[in-house]
């Protein structure tokens, strides 16, 4: 059974930083691409960051681009998401969503159940 | 990037009616468009990829159609846990971007 479990969320200051951590179980890791999409609380879904299976190519939002780095650790099946420079804006529940493949076609077939993220002073 | 449309926004039926919604991108996604559901604090499910895939565990009432601009998400015979948020996702183009959905309401 595919399992994604989130962790890392919580408070964070304007300007500051938090990582968030995906643990990955039930499946073959490092043979898929992973994804991190958000939802602010009341809104619809937004695609944050990417990543394929070797990690060799990761696209991001405009909207995160150059604040955030996602990355992966294939010996510990886990992904992650360091986000640098927080707004007020990035407040939001963030998912790990699992990608169909490794790379594309990129839809995500299996979720966690998010982390949420605050930033606020 | 691609703008998804989802209409209506809110879509109040019976249950054991039709639901057609219905999801529009700015410019043509082919076939490459994913349906989700969303239930109240729950992670989305996928329903459909490709237009028209269901995917694996999805009851055959569930179907989806289209290819280009126009995608259609329709739901044959309203169960009471359909009732829910639905997103479409294009994933032709980079970024990746969602509708901002439809929720579907008991009438």
């Known amino acids: 059974e595919v399992q994604l479990l989130e962790s890392g969320g919580g408070l964070g200051l304007p300007g500051g930083s938090l990582r968030l951590s995906c643990a990955a179980s039930?499946?073959?890791?490092?043979?898929?691409?992973m994804s991190w999409v958000r939802q602010a609380p009341g809104k619809g879904l937004e695609w944050v960051a990417a990543?394929?299976?070797?990690?060799?190519?990761?696209p991001y939002a405009d909207s995160v681009k150059g604040r955030f780095t996602i990355s992966r650790d294939n010996s510990k099946n886990t992904l992650y998401l360091q986000m640098n420079s927080l707004r007020a804006e990035d407040t939001a529940i963030y998912y790990c969503a699992k990608v169909r493949g490794d790379g594309y076609p990129y839809f995500f077939d299996y979720w966690g159940q998010g982390t949420l993220v605050t930033v606020s002073s | 990037e691609i703008v998804m449309t989802q209409s209506p926004a809110t879509l109040s039926v019976s249950p054991g009616e039709r639901a057609t919604l219905s999801c529009r991108a700015s410019q043509s996604v082919s076939s490459n468009l994913a349906w989700y559901q969303q239930k109240p604090g729950q992670a989305p499910r996928l329903l459909i990829y490709t237009a028209s895939t269901r995917a694996t565990g999805i009851p055959a009432r569930f179907s989806g159609s289209g290819s280009g601009t126009e995608f259609t998400l329709t739901i044959s015979s309203l169960q009471s846990e359909d009732f829910a948020v639905y997103y479409c996702?294009?994933?032709?183009?980079?970024?990746?971007?969602f509708g901002g959905g439809t929720k579907v309401e008991i009438k």
């Open positions: 990543i394929t299976g070797s990690g060799d190519s990761t």
């Open positions: 996702q294009q994933y032709n183009n980079w970024p990746l971007t």
């Open positions: 039930g499946f073959t890791f490092s043979s898929y691409a």
